[in-house]
């Protein structure tokens, strides 16, 4: 039996999460339907990651002009063929609402299968696939930039031991087992040894970026701004807060585990009293990432004031805890004397920043190339903390495994330069922590 071709039918959300995506499908045809196009256009005026792509499609687009009828199909070098489809929809045939611009979509993949084609419609949507599979086209997500969250890195490994061995060379100890376990190191990877008796007493240790040897954590006692870590996981996220040589920091979990807390206590500590960078920059996307503050009274200030309420939250707290009270610092002073920046990430593209100490927060609602777009902007000196839950992601087109801030974590885990820790334990309250368990 002859092997029908195959036919990709790529939805608008695919290309504005990947500029590549059109070259993504080497075994088949790439079916780009003429109202995509449409859509395209009407992102390309906007200064932020989606107009970028919009812009660069269409510049790619024209530049096939000169290979081929992109009608008829024009060859990418990849294997594949890229066609626009100019034919006439008629969305009502199959019960679809011919106003959207995704049923047009659908009716295309729809139509194309019916002349025995093997077709497959690509889409960031879950509602338009779920509908793809109602009417009988093939559907699935854009597999790209994919991360299995199930075997999503922890950034530590923990090592159940026996108290004599917790208090004799622990770490060579550790290191015995792991290699008998046939685990993989990391550079700034994290080893948990508990004992396997009582959970409360144990040791971290930290992989030397270099060397691979483990090397001993301290317990910040003190606290740092205040602040005191409460679980093991949160010393392992300290001790990559407060490194310099660590220029990108990933924080992963869910509400209350502290993630906004520990960089906001650490990015004060080394602007304010370690001097090691110019100002603390703190930024939230605003979801999705390229929609403007102008729909909210005020100006920029008043509408950053709004959006940015969490983080106001958590610098009062710190701010008003009583050794820093006694500092003289307040918000307003932070602010105005530009110590401290807050921004939404609509205005960092296309910045350079030196010497800073640069918070994401929410970074679970970014794609990974909106990720890849501000880290690019690191100048010399500064440092990058990503902060999020993907369990809590406001982006329709993102999931837990399709999110930047895993991606990042994921693709980095192998760079000296990133350290990365997954936060299990809520401590903002019992209330909670029980509501993150049970609800």
């Given at each position: 039996m002859e092997e029908r071709p195959k036919v990709y039918v790529i939805d608008t959300n695919v290309i504005l999460h990947s500029a590549d995506a059109l070259e993504s499908f080497p075994d088949g045809k790439v079916v780009l339907p003429l109202i995509v196009l449409e859509e395209l256009d009407k992102f390309k005026r906007f200064n932020d990651e989606k107009g970028r792509i919009a812009r660069r499609v269409a510049h790619f687009l024209d530049d096939?002009?000169?290979?081929?009828?992109?009608?008829?199909g024009v060859a990418l070098d990849n294997g594949s063929v890229l066609q626009v489809f100019t034919g006439k929809t008629k969305p009502e045939e199959i019960d679809l609402t011919p106003a959207k611009a995704d049923n047009h979509i659908l009716y295309i993949a729809w139509h194309l299968s019916q002349d025995g084609a093997d077709v497959c419609f690509v889409s960031k949507d879950i509602n338009a696939r779920v509908k793809a599979d109602a009417i009988g086209v093939k559907a699935r997500d854009f597999e790209r930039h994919k991360v299995n969250f199930d075997e999503f890195y922890a950034g530590y490994t923990e090592v159940p031991m026996k108290i004599l061995e917790l208090e004799h060379r622990p770490a060579?100890?550790?290191?015995?087992?792991?290699?008998?376990?046939?685990?993989?190191?990391?550079?700034?990877?994290?080893?948990?040894?508990?004992?396997?008796?009582?959970?409360?007493?144990?040791?971290?240790f930290r992989r030397d970026p270099g060397t691979l040897e483990l090397r001993p954590v301290i317990v910040p006692t003190d606290g740092v701004y205040g602040i005191k870590p409460r679980n093991p996981q949160q010393v392992m996220a300290f001790d990559l807060l407060l490194d310099r040589s660590v220029s990108l920091v990933t924080l992963v979990g869910m509400a209350g585990t502290g993630k906004t807390l520990l960089a906001l206590a650490a990015g004060l500590k080394n602007v304010l009293a370690g001097g090691l960078y110019d100002r603390l920059v703190v930024a939230r996307p605003i979801v999705p990432m390229g929609k403007d503050l102008g729909y909210l009274p005020g100006s920029k200030e008043d509408k950053l004031e709004a959006w940015m309420s969490p983080i106001y939250d958590n610098m009062d707290y710190i701010l008003n805890l009583r050794g820093?009270?006694?500092?003289?610092?307040?918000?307003?002073?932070?602010?105005?004397?530009?110590?401290?920046?807050?921004?939404?990430?609509t205005y960092i593209r296309g910045r350079s920043i030196p010497k800073q100490y640069v918070i994401v927060d929410e970074a679970q609602n970014l794609t990974p190339l909106e990720v890849k777009t501000i880290i690019s902007r690191a100048g010399e000196g500064t440092k990058v903390v990503l902060t999020g839950d993907p369990y809590q992601i406001d982006n329709p087109y993102l999931d837990a495994s399709s999110n930047g801030l895993v991606y990042t974590a994921d693709r980095m885990r192998n760079q000296k330069l990133h350290g990365h820790v997954m936060l299990k334990r809520s401590e903002r309250s019992k209330l909670a922590a029980l509501a993150a368990e049970v609800l």
């Open positions: 096939l002009r000169s290979k081929g009828s992109l009608s008829e060579e100890r550790a290191e015995e087992l792991l290699e008998e376990a046939g685990a993989e190191k990391y550079p700034n990877e994290f080893v948990l040894a508990v004992d396997e008796r009582n959970g409360t007493h144990y040791k971290i820093n009270r006694k500092r003289g610092y307040s918000l307003d002073k932070l602010i105005e004397e530009d110590v401290l920046q807050l921004e939404a990430l």
